[in-house]
């Protein structure tokens, strides 16, 4: 069984660019949520999507917007960066949301 | 936003020494988690607690559900150097998709 696995690991971007992470969910899960973690935080949630719908968003601006595929995989985008977009991107995988979390290592993104 | 007070932000003890760190919220959770993250990592599971009132326990850690649902501890006993990390409670609403964390229990143990 495999886990979730996301790339790149780290990235560095400019701010106003455009930047896509990737996601890859444990076999066997259909829902996918993404959080970003800011040094020294817990992790705040973005959105969620659960069978390729959007099932849930938190307060982030529309520049945050996902995907997911028919295998349940995802995609976090983000335009036009900002400087405090500079955190960790945390990936987690569940089936049907209610069987608990497992989360992936993240992406750290820093924005210069 | 939900917020969830997690306390204490840090704690420094030595090998052996019992740990315990708790997590209250102004709202009702149906669904109580604690994780464990590592440097370079993602949020590891620990506990789940699904039912107010609750005691749950995997190995050395004990973990309880309030019955108010607004609260919820952690317990470590006799603690190792591998128990090192941030310890994050999460909560969970029914019908409810994301999880709302607190903001961390650092622990550093002395050998």
């Known amino acids: 069984e495999t886990g979730v696995t996301q790339s790149p690991t780290h990235l560095i971007k400019t701010r106003g660019q455009q930047v896509t992470l990737r996601c890859s969910s444990q076999s066997g899960h259909n829902t996918v949520s993404w959080y970003q973690q800011a040094l020294g935080q817990g992790p705040q949630f973005i959105f969620q999507y659960y069978r390729e719908e959007e099932n849930g968003r938190g307060n982030f601006p529309p520049r945050f917007s996902g995907l997911q595929f028919p295998n349940y995989s995802s995609e976090l985008n983000v335009n036009a960066l900002e400087l405090d977009d500079s955190a960790l991107y945390l990936c987690a995988s569940s089936l049907d949301s209610i069987y608990g979390y497992t989360f992936g290592s993240g992406t750290r993104l820093t924005v210069v | 936003g939900q917020q969830l007070n997690q306390s204490p932000q840090s704690m420094f003890i030595q090998e052996g020494e019992d740990v315990s760190m708790n997590c209250t919220s102004s709202s009702i959770f149906n669904t109580w988690l604690w994780y464990k993250q590592e440097p370079g990592e993602g949020p590891v599971l620990l506990i789940a607690?699904?039912?107010?009132?609750e005691l749950t326990s995997n190995g050395r850690l004990t973990a309880q559900f309030g019955i108010t649902r607004k609260d919820s501890f952690l317990n470590i006993s006799a603690s190792i150097p591998s128990d090192v990390g941030i310890y994050f409670c999460a909560g969970q609403l029914g019908g409810a998709q994301k999880l709302v964390f607190g903001q961390g229990t650092r622990l550093t143990i002395n050998p």
């Open positions: 607690l699904y039912k107010a009132g």
